[in-house]
Structure formats: C-alpha cells, structure tokens
C-alpha cells in the first residue's frame, strides 16, 4: 500500500442524498464522514433539499470540519486524495457540479486536497 496516499475521499450521491465519506485505506476505515442524511445538516438545507449544488457544498465545509478535528487537515500533514474524473463517472455527468462544489468546499476550507485524475489505481 502507498503510504503517499492513506486517506482517500469517496463521494455518495443518491437522487435524496449526498454523503462523503474519507477512508484510510490502510484499514479500510472510514476516518471522517458527512451526509445530507445527518439531521443537523437536512434542517440546514433550504425547503428541504438536500441533493442540489448547494447541499453539496454544505458537506463539504462540514466533511472540512470535521477532518480538523480528527487532526487530518494540520499543515504539512497528510494529504486526502481523489480522482475527480473517476468520481464523476460513478456519479454521472449530471451530478458533475455537486461533485466540484464538495472539492471546492474542502480546498476553501484549508483542506491538503490531491486530485488524482490520471492514477490508475483503484481502491
């Protein structure tokens, strides 16, 4: 396993919901997590939406957050990677927007974020 890349973020986006999810792939376990599913965050969502560019982007301050208190998001520390290009297509060309927002979201947030869009690799 390359150490480089321990933590992974992994996205989840149903036609209600959207969770984000960083797993350490040393262990297979999941460090940090956020979802529209959460009842603090669904009553945050205006008139209930919870699957919009938006809400996306609202998991992803949270996920941000979060990944500070666990010590994940320290200068100099680990870096969280992705493959952009990979999630998309899980997700579908649709849901492209909700995907950069939660990118977007953790890069604002101080978050150490690697797009890994020509890695082969998979999880």
């Known amino acids: 396993m390359c150490p480089t890349k321990r933590y992974v973020l ?3 986006m149903s036609l209600k919901y959207i969770t984000a999810n960083v797993v350490d792939r040393n262990n297979g376990r999941v460090v940090v997590s956020a979802s529209t599913v959460e009842h603090a965050l669904k009553e945050a969502m205006e008139l ?5 560019a938006k809400a ?13 208190v666990e010590g994940l998001a320290q200068p100099g520390g680990r870096a969280l990677h992705t493959n952009v290009n990979k999630e998309i ?24 974020l690697i797009i890994d869009d020509n890695d082969q690799s998979s999880f």
């Not at 209930?48 to 919009?52: A, M």
């Not at 996306?56 to 500070?68: I, N």
């Open 48 to 52: 209930g939406r919870s699957c919009n």
């Open 89 to 112: 297509e899980k997700k579908g060309f649709k849901n492209r927007t909700k995907v950069w927002a939660i990118i977007n979201a953790l890069k604002s947030n101080g978050i150490n």
């Open 56 to 68: 996306a982007a609202t998991v992803g301050e949270v996920l941000a957050m979060r990944l500070k």
């Open 10 to 12: 992994r996205l989840f």
